[in-house]
């Protein structure tokens, strides 16, 4: 995979470019969902993600609008998913 | 927990070691079991205090193969508080929320908010072969106890189970019901 690839998604009306998501960190996130962990502990699981797949700038921005309400836990989980999604379709087209 | 029969009707804690630390999960009704059962893989997560539970998300994502360990954790656990296999405690608590299983069980006066998870799955098994002769008895003991596909440990080797899919269709045309094991 190329890891300097990003793709571009909306969340909640501002475009974001995201890096790949991997299979461990999905893997992680739903974990802690299925566990019915604390909220702490989910956000704790999922800012991480999402700042590694956002890169530094852009999670700054983000993290506002979380703490801000404007961004729920339900958002970022829909939203990674979609990025894992989108990867996913990539890697199936590039390996026609 | 104790090895006898009796853990069936235990309103005792139940302890569980993951990833090497002990809990005492609380005791809670079989229909507390069967509301989380949608998240098997899980369940000792969810059916521990919500302080352990926060210590136990910490140690599990601490693990490289955390998810496996909660996994194989969980499925002891309802092996342990039901006396079977856990695939065989699933698929009975699957056929007791069915409409025609929960439809006899209430009538029979079983209540899952007031019973054990124990209780509540001979209870099921009664239900499903109080009537049956001997071959379809067998025929019901024989489907219930087939292991699922992905089920390994020393009793049963590399041996691959039957198809779990084909295993629950036969098991709802038989009974009426069920969602089929999900985890």
């Known amino acids: ?96 | 927990m104790g090895s006898s029969d009796a853990v069936l009707i235990s309103r005792e804690p139940v302890e569980v070691v993951l990833a090497g630390a002990r809990f005492l999960l609380p005791y809670a009704p079989a229909g507390q079991w069967i509301v989380q059962l949608e998240w098997l893989d899980t369940l000792a997560a969810r059916m521990a205090t919500p302080a352990d539970r926060e210590v136990m998300t910490d140690l599990i994502l601490d693990q490289p193969n955390g998810r496996d360990i909660l996994r194989n954790v969980s499925r002891q656990l309802l092996s342990a508080v039901c006396r079977r296999p856990w695939w065989e405690a699933y698929r009975l608590l699957d056929l007791s929320v069915s409409p025609q299983g929960l439809g006899h069980l209430a009538l029979a006066g079983m209540r899952p908010w007031e019973c054990a998870v124990g209780e509540w799955c001979a209870a099921t098994y009664a239900l499903y072969t109080r009537d049956a002769d001997d071959k379809s008895r067998l025929q019901f003991d024989f489907r219930l106890s087939i292991p699922p596909r992905d089920h390994r440990d020393n009793g049963w080797g590399d041996e691959r189970g039957d198809d779990p899919e084909e295993i629950e269709r036969a098991m709802a045309k038989m009974t009426g019901g069920g969602r089929g094991i999900t985890g």
Do not use: C, N
């Open chain 1, 1 to 96: 995979m190329d890891d300097t690839k990003t793709f571009k998604i909306q969340l909640k009306g501002r475009a974001y470019d995201w890096a790949p998501i991997t299979p461990a960190q999905l893997e992680r996130m739903q974990l802690v969902l299925a566990m019915d962990a604390s909220s702490e502990r989910i956000l704790r699981v999922i800012t991480r993600i999402v700042a590694a797949s956002a890169g530094p700038e852009q999670w700054e921005t983000l993290s506002d609008r979380i703490v801000d309400g404007e961004i729920g836990m339900d958002d970022l989980v829909e939203h990674l998913h979609k990025v894992a999604q989108r990867m996913a379709k990539d890697t199936k087209a590039r390996g026609k």
